[in-house]
């Protein structure tokens, strides 16, 4: 029996709980310098002056250049790494000290005295009027003409703090010669720190190593190099000393790149019966102060706004503005939850405009099932799913029917708790960035096989998973393969962990390099043997031999060494899907909201892991949950934040989740042999709108139409009393 679609307990494990696996703060040795960042109090300015002590440090003592923006976002968004001339947001980094200790470096920072002339700041992005980006538009101006209704409206997909349980760090330790450094980085690209960091200081690529040790998650926001990381990698190598910095959870809220941040107004046509004719959306998107990629994902919006559904016309338009607020990155799911949440929440407005039933009115609008290319209005080429089958599948697991019958009870009774239930179905695009990653596998002397992978893990599992993927074609068990990633000196190349690519595509790789391993001993094998090579097979916990005389195997220690590395391209992307149903209870005295169930049936095609997959699932859905009820990123017109602490930016507990009911289907992708799609960024884009369409199905009663997220009990008490 394959050891593939078991769930194996996660190798990984044994080093987090007993502490073996240090974190990048877990490194830090006697003799490091710690660094404090002096940051803007004022969200918009002249940066007059800067003063301080002699471990001060600013951008005209380090002379660095000017952090490239992410293409295709303009040239003149250049970054400086310390401010220069201006601040632009709460949080700027202006200077930075250094100290024998984190508290002395604290104590120093307080020192720094920034004279600051305050500008007019822009808080949101429907006032600033500076386009840093603008997608390409789809442009039809008949788009709703043939509908007999139109549902129109305006919805807030809010910004979002990321809040991984480690914060930004990093350690940089100068090489013996002075001329090298040594990073240590909570990264999910080491890569990318490596070639950023090389060019800022002129170095060689090969004189920065980067390690990534244990990371504590990243949800994409730690999937590129940040100011702070170069800045403490040129302070490092100007004083020939370690240097490290420690993000505090306050500097995390303001400095780390937020997600979401869109403005989306909507138009949704259709048929009276429910037939959907025409979509038509315009989004403006807060790309914050320094746009970066966050400024280029409503290309994401744009290309999966049709969802699930056969939408015959559609009409977009994305604008991506500058504004006084911390910049906008990637945030689990990057784009493609914006485009869910408008979708799904039109569908509930034109169900209840129409007097349909929410699931009905989707099944009436669902493409077929397929596993051949479909293309959509957009461009996105989904490439198999069985969208009908999800929500069929979904709405049993749920008693759906049942659930509709409670509520009808409830609200003729007048109950204090209101019952609501959500539905929503979604698809996403997976294995985003180059669709080719890099892999190796050495068979090693004592008959072991190691591993080496382009990607960079952050809580997923991947050296249980490629070690699953190796041992299935080596026949060895996961405790004789040793799987390494995160090393820029071990592994020569890679494209990091994001865009829920890393199973596809690096697995995949694994997968093909294991394969070409076998072929070879094989080979070899046969030699030795005086037999066939295509007479060889893998005899289990042994190593090659004939087929059908278990007696002939060679062990895998007598064929080493054998290595193989390759870079394996898919070509294209996976498409994930699924649907999900939520249901809560409203008081209708309060409005507090409780979620008392949230049923999934998530489609990923083949699964490797099922326990890992589910706790890609479990954590996905906490984050799409706390979107819709709790999380904010709130600024005043004036620019400052509001939500800088965990007191005030309302992250959730397993307090407020209920125990998930995961189902799965399995769609196998025909784009790589494993047959896999991502599953990091699919229930967050599934649970956000099904919470959300099941508080104002509760609230439907009192007359409210919409709310936009976060659905806060003031909020929604608001509503029922206004």
């Not at 949704?268 to 989004?283: N, P, Q, S, W």
Request: proline share 6%; with cysteine.
């Amino acid at each position: 029996m394959s050891i593939l679609g078991n769930s194996v307990l996660r190798v990984e494990d044994d080093g987090l709980l007993t502490g073996s696996r240090p974190f990048t703060a877990d490194l830090i040795t006697g003799g490091t310098l710690h660094a404090r960042f002096i940051r803007s109090s004022v969200a918009h300015g002249n940066l007059v002056s800067v003063s301080g002590g002699p471990s001060l440090y600013t951008a005209a003592s380090l002379e660095l250049p000017k952090l490239v923006p992410w293409p295709p976002t303009p040239d003149r968004y250049a970054r400086d790494l310390l401010a220069v001339d201006k601040v632009r947001y709460v949080g700027d980094p202006i200077a930075v000290v250094t100290g024998t200790s984190m508290a002395e470096a604290e104590d120093l920072a307080g020192d720094v005295y920034a004279e600051i002339e305050p500008l007019p700041p822009v808080a949101s992005p429907l006032e600033s009027d500076e386009v840093a980006f603008e997608v390409e538009p789809m442009v039809d101006p008949s788009v709703l003409d043939e509908a007999d209704v139109v549902v129109e409206a305006t919805f807030l997909n809010q910004k979002l703090a990321p809040v991984p349980l480690e914060t930004n760090s990093i350690l940089v330790v100068p090489d013996e010669d002075g001329e090298g450094l040594c990073l240590w980085v909570s990264t999910q690209f080491p890569w990318d720190n490596q070639a950023a960091v090389a060019a800022a200081l002129e170095l060689d690529t090969d004189r920065v190593r980067v390690i990534a040790p244990a990371v504590g998650g990243g949800f994409g926001a730690k999937g590129h190099t940040y100011p702070e990381h170069i800045v403490v990698a040129a302070i490092a190598h100007l004083t020939g000393k370690p240097v490290a910095w420690q993000e505090t959870r306050s500097e995390n809220l303001l400095n780390m790149t937020h997600g979401r941040a869109q403005v989306q107004h909507v138009a949704l046509g259709a048929k009276r019966d429910g037939t959907i004719t025409g979509l038509r959306v315009e989004v403006v998107a807060d790309a914050g102060a320094y746009p970066h990629v966050g400024a280029w994902l409503p290309n994401y919006t744009r290309l999966m706004c049709t969802g699930t559904y056969r939408i015959p016309r559609v009409a977009f338009s994305a604008r991506s503005m500058v504004t006084n607020t911390a910049p906008v990155g990637a945030y689990r799911g990057a784009g493609r939850p914006e485009a869910t949440a408008f979708l799904e929440r039109s569908i509930d407005l034109l169900a209840r405009r129409l007097d349909i039933d929410p699931v009905e009115i989707r099944r009436r609008n669902l493409l077929d099932s397929h596993n051949t290319n479909h293309v959509t209005p957009s461009g996105a080429v989904y490439d198999s799913g069985d969208y009908r089958g999800t929500l069929d599948l979904v709405v049993q697991a749920s008693g759906y029917e049942t659930l509709r019958r409670e509520q009808s009870m409830r609200r003729a009774r007048g109950d204090r708790w209101l019952l609501g239930i959500g539905v929503s179905t979604y698809i996403e695009v997976t294995g985003n960035g180059p669709t080719q990653e890099f892999a190796s596998v050495t068979i090693e002397t004592d008959g072991s096989a190691t591993v080496l992978s382009g990607v960079s893990s952050h809580g997923q599992g991947h050296q249980t998973t490629y070690a699953q993927i190796a041992g299935a074609q080596l026949g060895l068990p996961v405790d004789k393969i040793r799987v390494i990633q995160s090393d820029t000196a071990v592994v020569p190349r890679g494209n990091g962990t994001y865009g829920s690519r890393s199973l596809q595509l690096a697995g995949s790789a694994v997968d093909k390099a294991a394969e070409a391993v076998v072929e070879r001993a094989s080979q070899v094998a046969a030699e030795r043997l005086e037999a066939n090579p295509a007479d060889m097979v893998v005899y289990d916990g042994v190593g090659v031999g004939i087929i059908g005389s278990p007696a002939t195997a060679i062990s895998w220690a007598e064929l080493a060494p054998l290595a193989v590395e390759l870079d394996l391209d898919q070509g294209a992307r996976t498409y994930p899907s699924g649907a999900h149903v939520s249901v809560v209870e409203v008081d209708r005295e309060t409005g507090a909201v409780r979620l008392i169930r949230h049923i999934t049936v998530d489609d990923c095609g083949n699964v490797v892991n099922p326990m890992l997959a589910q706790g890609q699932q479990h954590g996905g859905i906490a984050q799409g949950v706390a979107q819709a009820l709790w999380e904010e990123m709130v600024y005043t017109t004036d620019g400052q934040p509001v939500t800088s602490t965990l007191l005030d930016y309302l992250a959730p507990t397993a307090q407020e989740l209920p125990t998930y009911e995961i189902n799965s289907m399995v769609t196998p992708t025909p784009l790589n042999r494993l047959g896999v799609k991502g599953i990091g960024e699919a229930t967050t884009i599934g649970s956000t709108p099904a919470v959300h369409n099941a508080v104002l199905d509760a609230l439907a009663p009192m007359g409210v139409e919409h709310l936009d997220m976060p659905l806060s009990p003031e909020k929604i008490w608001r509503a029922i009393n206004g």
